[in-house]
């Protein structure tokens, strides 16, 4: 039975055209699903919200505001970053650190699963039906290697092409990371020129209480933003920057991997006990139907398919030669004054 239905499950994703990797959107909205696509967002925002209550637990948390601080240091740090990068690099920078949190990436087991059942497909109908899937597809990254694939490229051109991919994609995520560490370098300098306006300032008003009270928290909370700033988001953003990177170059190579093994001819049972390698033991599930099981399927359900077109065609002969027969021409009868009479 177990048998059975794995084979069935197979056969389904034959007949459907392979096209797991479409299945993105959730029919009926699942607030549980929502809640864990977005469990880091929520869970960034718990610890922000226990952060800032515990400036507030002893105290007024307007003491902890300081506006000519925050100007010192957001401006100081902002107006060093456009100085060593362009501004067309932050705006990369920006794109990527908001679709690390909004875009949700492919997990290994299930781009292995894809790859499984491309082979599949190949094997039964050719590496040119993998052109459906190609345009389908939206894991970029996928779509050229299917694309390599069907226009013919040979193993070798295919790695050359996608290492070269995958090399450029890590040299451009590894300087949007660095504007992030550049950030958070910079960010506590700017802390401390805070701290040394504010003790000018209040050098300059010995004797008066008034200046000392005004200046002295200007000295203080410029260090503390300089800190927060840079321990609290520019760091962790470089992190999750990097994190994002290694992930997706995780699924680069799996991609890349199967593709030449598809190109090579590999049996789909080969292809699978070597993407999963990849794999961490507890993702290794599933176990792929043999491929002579899965053809027998596939021409049985091929030969349904053509007794049903045969069965059509011969309904429709009937059809037609009903009609032909209740649409006879009527009989010519010329009459004595030489008109004619149709019967």
Not at 155 to 182: D, G, N, W
Not at 319 to 334: C, F, L, M
Request: charged share 25%.
């Amino acid at each position: 039975m177990e048998e059975d239905k794995i084979e069935d499950t197979e056969m389904e994703n034959i007949e459907s055209g392979i096209n797991k990797s479409t299945e993105t959107k959730t029919k009926w909205f699942n607030p549980f699903l929502w809640i864990f696509n977005r469990r880091n967002i929520i869970g960034v925002g718990l610890c922000c919200a226990i952060f800032f209550a515990g400036f507030a637990i002893h105290g007024n948390i307007g003491l902890y505001f300081n506006l000519s601080a925050i100007l010192i240091v957001l401006g100081g740090t902002f107006g060093a970053t456009l100085i060593c990068f362009r501004m067309n690099r932050l705006v990369i920078v920006f794109k990527v650190i908001t679709s690390s949190f909004k875009r949700p990436l492919k997990k290994p087991d299930e781009i292995v699963e894809i790859l499984i059942d491309l082979s599949i497909k190949s094997k039964l109908q050719g590496v040119l039906s993998l052109q459906d899937d190609e345009e389908e597809t939206i894991v970029v990254f996928l779509r050229q290697a299917l694309g390599f694939l069907v226009d013919g490229y040979t193993p070798k051109e295919i790695r050359e092409c996608l290492t070269s991919e995958m090399y450029f994609f890590r040299q451009r995520r590894e300087e949007s990371e660095r504007v992030f560490t550049t950030m958070a370098n910079i960010c506590p300098s700017f802390g401390l020129v805070g701290s040394v306006v504010g003790l000018i300032s209040m050098l300059t008003g010995i004797g008066d209480t008034t200046v000392i009270l005004a200046t002295v928290p200007v000295a203080l909370t410029s260090t503390l933003y300089g800190i927060i700033l840079s321990n609290f988001f520019f760091m962790p953003f470089a992190a999750n920057i990097r994190e994002c990177t290694d992930q997706e170059l995780l699924l680069q190579k799996i991609i890349m991997e199967g593709t030449i093994a598809i190109a090579s001819d590999y049996h789909p049972s080969i292809l699978e006990r070597k993407l999963k390698s990849f794999l961490t033991p507890s993702a290794r599930t599933g176990r792929l139907v043999s491929l002579e099981k899965i053809r027998e399927m596939f021409e049985k359900q091929s030969r349904l398919t053509e007794d049903e077109v045969g069965l059509n065609n011969v309904q429709a002969e009937v059809a037609e030669t009903a009609e032909g027969k209740t649409a006879e021409p009527a009989s010519e009868i010329p009459t004595s004054d030489g008109k004619k009479v149709f019967l």
